[in-house]
């Protein structure tokens, strides 16, 4: 063994190795030590009701009259005599000059030195049983607003009080913009006003009206949280004005306060210590743990420095704060590319619906929509909704415009491109069979021709036989959709990345509406007598996109809501074109694609590859969204059924385990396990399905 | 006896290590991963080499192990395959400062190319293909500086890190610090570093912390064997620990294994070997990503210098230093053995006590004591001082009763201005003139 003063040796050494490998340790989480949450304690024990902050100015007010600021962003507090020791509920602060608290028992004060000193401005003419919860200030003027919907404004710093509204309920928050817009939430009570308060009116909402928090984000985008009186409390949000509002998502815990940094960066914090927030969308929220063992009623939240230090504040006089990197997870993309939809085909007298379903948007939910057109045969409704309906009488050829905005400076426009024609029209006899040649087709201005012929069937002499020929000779850009009746745009968002390789090719659907010229009678639902009929496409030769590219007829199942494939794959010869002709059964839905080459070789697909999510070129990406809607990486590919996919980067450290619940697609957010946004660099995606197997590599730049 | 006895405390640093490989990850790796691969065989195979002090080697994982270079190799270059047609470039030239040999400043690059892929775009949900190809690179360089003083070694890297995706590129300059207590206490070596310290790369939008790696380690020296633990912390990655495992087969072939903690994509097992011919080295190891492919690792490694001053071999030479000195052949090594653990107190002995007689004695057929000299009194003409004093201790330690040699060293102290040791070697030469 070792003698004493080697052992004592040994230890200290140990010691010294330890205390190194324990500093190492502590070091590197110091460095991210800013993004602990650190406790505070005010040492009075009693409740904080309200924190507020402008900058690096902040204040917090509570139970008993207590009053702290803080000029230095929070890095040291001062206590203020408030004069009072009345429960104080709601502080604003308009600027250093300007700062205003509000509370029980008519309780405002005022203060115009920074916090300093306090000036009780309680006014004097109304019940002293009066409870103010909601304060808010737009430059010298204050308004608060509390029980008995008493709404108070004063124009000269608190020293005259005018009463704006009254009645019986509790206002708990109110915000008013300079324009004159501002709103009052609370119990049963939703008020809202154009003219500085002058006149307040009731709205009324579909949803229940018991707000018990509130959050404006500006003059229009308003958020509420409503106790539904099951011990749940749901968030909602105006859309499309006041009164109507959409649910964003259900807390378990009572809210007391809530705060939006930005639209896309929520914070809600309320009973038993809870504290949730969306790092990208309202409606998808996550809980935080605060570090710490006591567990109490947080009351407000606020945010300080430049909007990346939130702090708590609740009861017992506990506060808590903490550093939040909003690059972290903010999506980048704020902007609006609005959609109109493309191209429609419809039969004159036929309403359409127009949809801006492909607007890329972070969340259209929340966009002021604008539909219009300045054709006056044109009929156009629900023109400030995501689809309007579009309705002619007049063959041709319309634009719709569609603008779209976010109600703040985010603004984009687009032109639906609608084409009106009549099939029947144009329909002509032709000795023993009907043929016709449909010149009302009218694509990028040009003609194109569809010959149908209706033949005579012995064993039904009231029906016909149906071929119909699809000519694309005047092929000028890209072959769109031929239709003979109304097309439902839902079929659009049923193309998958798996058949359709071009936006364009998309939209080759055929749906044929006959009729019979001679009668006038509509052919349609009596498959028995159609089974000759056909249908046939020709690609013109010398389109060099279409180079040795696979095309086949697909058939869209309605019920199935998928397309299957009707007919064998046929190559596109560039010397002779594309014609392909295929035997059908029943009038449906068919369209012409091209199929993606992976299917030829059964590959996996990554696109887009490299990711770049942040030069504003959707066609590089885009920061995912939580929508099916372009954003993230996708895979496709016939193996990526039930396919599990590993994320790797180059150090051999799995950065994410996935696995494809879908058919045909997969769609990766690009965020690690701990959905934190993988960093930019060189990855290699491991996918695995059956004894399929294949590894590719993925590049990334954030 | 002593040797018998279990290292607990050790076995028990090693075990508490292990446990923490096993908990999960908590976060992820952040930008610059290239920065946390292996750059040579030898890391790649032991995974644990904070504290492994193998000289040059080194350099990207604790930059003061560089001054612990034992061949006094000044060249080492690797070249990595990685899956995927992904292949990794290492070069650094090291060498000590020639006024101060406890110093050694190194320059060093490494480059990644990660191949391209064909680019595709989306197009709605679709894919659409871009018709070309898109790089991915990465470069590293930078000079690295190490001093020793007594048994404690330190080190720092500026380095220039640049990575290049697609025509988007950015560049940061980083910083790694080491650390190396060599002999904490007997056979056991202890080790830290912090690597790439500095500020964001951005490569397009958003600025990204780098990822750091902040590692300690240990090596414990058994027989053949080296042990090596390391706790290394990476990026936001929870503390990981890789083992290590260097076995001596014989003076010039060593066969390694490692863990590594960090890797999570199969079993984390990887190997290789070493082998040094003279001034030249080589060594390969073997690692895989599971199903995405092999790693090969193969590092060539050669000094520039005279097989002749490798013969930096103190006269307190350790078993495991010569284990690991190539210069000297197997005779010489086995007796050096043998002259190391039965006196292991001697030392500087020879030179202080008249009366401790070396047991060991040379064959002069292996070693030119004429030739040393010669080669001693160039290096004293030439003012390499410290040269001269490694040739002539080697004299001293065969022939202590050289009085010339003696004094000749003493001399030489007296130029490095260490007069303790001059005195010593001349109160020596006096104390033989009195003798005889």
Redesign the interface.
């Known amino acids: 063994m070792y003698d004493k003063k080697t052992m004592f040796k040994i230890l200290k050494i140990s010691f010294k190795i330890a205390a190194l490998f324990i500093i190492i340790i502590l070091y590197s989480y110091q460095v991210n030590a800013d993004y602990q949450w650190i406790q505070y304690n005010n040492n009075t024990g009693y409740n904080i009701n309200s924190i507020k902050f402008k900058g690096n100015f902040g204040i917090m007010a509570g139970d008993n009259g207590i009053i702290k600021t803080t000029q230095n962003d929070g890095l040291s507090w001062s206590n203020q005599n408030s004069g009072c020791l009345d429960k104080l509920n709601a502080a604003h602060i308009e600027n250093v000059d300007l700062i205003i608290i509000a509370g029980a028992n008519k309780r405002i004060l005022v203060s115009q030195d920074g916090g300093a000193t306090w000036l009780n401005r309680t006014p004097n003419n109304i019940s002293s049983q009066i409870e103010f919860y909601g304060v808010c200030a737009v430059n010298s003027e204050i308004w608060v607003a509390g029980s008995s919907s008493l709404i108070l404004k004063s124009s000269d710093y608190g020293q005259t009080w005018t009463k704006q509204y009254e009645g019986v309920n509790n206002i708990k928050m109110i915000k008013m913009y300079p324009s004159g817009i501002g709103t009052a939430m609370g119990d049963n009570i939703l008020l809202t006003t154009s003219d500085g308060g002058n006149n307040w009116s009731p709205v009324s909402i579909s949803i229940s009206n018991k707000f018990i928090a509130g959050y404006c984000l500006n003059e229009y985008l308003w958020f509420g949280v409503i106790d539904n009186g099951d011990n749940t409390f749901s968030l909602y949000q105006t859309y499309e004005g006041p009164g109507k509002w959409i649910f964003l998502y259900k807390f378990n815990f009572e809210v007391k306060s809530i705060c939006f940094p930005n639209y896309y960066s929520g914070w809600t914090v309320g009973a038993n210590g809870n504290i949730y927030y969306t790092p990208n969308n309202p409606s998808q929220w996550e809980k935080i743990n605060i570090d710490t063992q006591i567990s109490v009623n947080l009351n407000s939240a606020a945010f300080s420095n430049l909007n990346d230090t939130i702090w708590v504040a609740g009861n017992n006089g506990y506060y808590y704060k903490r550093f939040y990197n909003y690059s972290d997870s903010e999506p980048e993309f704020a902007g609006i590319y609005a959609n109109a939809g493309g191209k429609y085909f419809v039969l004159t007298g036929d309403a359409i619906e127009l949809t801006s379903e492909r607007t890329i948007a972070r969340n259209k939910q929340f966009l002021r929509y604008q539909w219009s057109s300045q054709d006056l045969t044109v009929s156009l409704e629900n023109t400030d909704k995501i689809k309007s309906s579009f309705q002619s009488s007049e063959p041709g050829r319309y634009f719709v415009k569609l603008e779209i905005d976010d109600y703040g400076t985010s603004r984009s426009s687009d032109y639906a491109e609608v084409y009106v024609f009549d099939t029947y029209s144009q329909i002509y006899s032709q000795d023993a069979a009907v043929s016709g040649n449909n010149n009302g087709l009218i694509l990028n201005g040009y003609a194109h021709n569809i010959d149908i012929n209706l033949k005579d069937i012995p064993e039904y002499p009231d029906f016909k036989s149906v071929s119909a020929y699809i000519d694309l000779k005047n092929f000028r850009t890209v072959p769109h959709l031929f239709s003979a009746m109304k097309i439902n745009p839902l079929y659009f968002n049923s193309v998958r990345p798996n058949i359709s390789l071009f936006d364009d090719l998309s939209y080759t659907i055929v749906n044929f509406e006959m009729f019979d010229y001679a009668t006038g009678n509509h052919i349609n639902e009596l498959s028995d007598a159609y089974d000759n009929l056909k249908i046939k496409y020709r690609l013109p030769p010398s389109i060099l996109k279409f180079e040795n590219r696979r095309f086949a007829v697909f058939n869209y199942d309605e019920g199935t809501e998928q397309w299957t494939r009707k007919s064998q794959i046929f190559l596109y010869n560039i010397m002779t074109g594309l014609e392909i002709e295929i035997s059908l059964n029943n009038f449906s839905i068919y369209g012409l694609f091209a199929l993606p080459d992976f299917e030829k070789q059964g590959e996996i697909e990554i696109f887009p590859n490299p990711f770049i999510g942040g030069d504003g070129n959707y066609k590089t990406g885009r920061y995912y969204t939580g929508a099916d809607d372009g954003s993230g990486i996708y895979f496709s590919g016939i193996n990526i059924k039930n396919a599990k996919i590993k994320i790797v980067n180059l150090a051999g450290y799995v950065v994410n385990e996935l696995v494809n619940d879908n058919d045909s697609y997969f769609q990766w957010s690009v965020l690690d396990k701990k959905n934190k946004p993988v960093s930019s660099g060189l990855y290699y995606a491991i996918i695995e399905s059956g004894s399929y197997k294949c590894v590719k590599k993925i590049q990334i730049i954030r | 006896m ?1 040797k018998k ?1 279990t290292n607990y ?1 050790i076995i028990f ?1 090693i075990i508490l290590l292990t446990a923490f490989s096993f908990s999960n ?10 920065l ?2 292996n750059y040579t065989a030898e890391q790649s195979a032991l995974s644990a080499v904070t504290a492994f002090d193998y000289g040059i080697n080194g350099i990207l994982y604790n930059p003061a192990i560089a001054r612990f270079e034992k061949f006094d190799r000044n060249f080492i270059s690797s070249y990595i395959s ?3 047609d ?1 292949n990794i470039y290492y070069l650094a030239f090291s060498k000590e400062f020639k006024k101060n040999r406890n110093a050694r400043y190194s320059v060093f690059a490494a480059g ?1 190319d ?2 391209s ?13 871009a018709g070309r190809s ?1 790089k ?1 690179s990465a470069v590293q360089f930078g000079l690295s500086a190490s001093h020793k003083i007594n048994q404690i070694g330190a080190g720092i890297n500026i380095k220039n890190y640049s ?1 290049k ?2 025509g ?1 590129s950015g560049n940061v300059w980083l910083a790694d610090i080491g650390f190396l207590y060599k002999g ?2 007997e056979n056991l070596d ?1 080790g ?1 570093s ?1 690597l790439n310290l500095g500020s964001k ?1 951005k ?6 912390d780098i ?2 790696i ?1 590692s ?1 380690g ?1 090596k414990y020296s058994l027989f053949r064997f080296d042990i090596l633990a390391d ?1 290394k ?2 990026g ?2 929870s ?1 990981k620990c890789s083992l290590g495992l260097n076995f001596r087969f014989d003076d010039n072939f060593h066969l390694m294994a490692g863990f ?1 903690g ?5 079993n ?1 097992v990887s190997f290789g070997f070493a082998y040094f011919y003279n001034s030249i080295g080589i060594q390969y190891a073997y ?1 895989n ?5 092999d790693l090969h690792f193969i590092t060539l490694s050669m000094s520039f210098k005279p097989v002749l001053q490798a013969l930096d071999k103190k006269t307190d030479m350790k078993q495991t230093d010569i284990d690991a000195e190539p210069s000297l052949d197997s005779n010489m090594k086995n007796e050096l053995k043998k002259s190391s653990v039965d006196s292991a107190t001697k030392k500087t002995e020879s030179i202080e006590n008249e009366n401790a007689e070396p047991e060991l004695k040379l064959d002069y057929e292996t070693l030119d004591i004429d030739l040393l000299k010669i080669h001693a009194r160039k290096s004293f003409e030439s003012k390499q001082y410290d040269l001269a004093e490694i040739i002539l201790k080697k004299i001293v330690y065969n022939q202590p009763d050289d009085i010339e040699t003696l004094k000749f060293l003493g001399d030489v102290y007296y130029e490095m201005k260490d007069y303790d040791n001059a005195i010593k070697c001349y109160d020596r030469v006096q104390k033989f003139g009195i003798k005889e």
């Open positions: 002593r006895n405390q640093a990850p908590i976060y992820s790796y952040e930008a610059g991963i290239p946390t691969l990685l899956p995927q992904v990644i990660g191949g892929v064909k680019q595709t775009l989306i197009n709605g949900r679709d894919l659409e293909y898109s991915y990575e995706i697609s988007y904490v206490i202890a830290v912090i790369i490569l397009n939008r958003y600025s990204e990822t750091r902040y300690a240990l706790l912390k990476t936001e990655l503390p590594n960090t890797k999570n994509i199969n984390s690692d990503y599971s199903k995405i492919g």
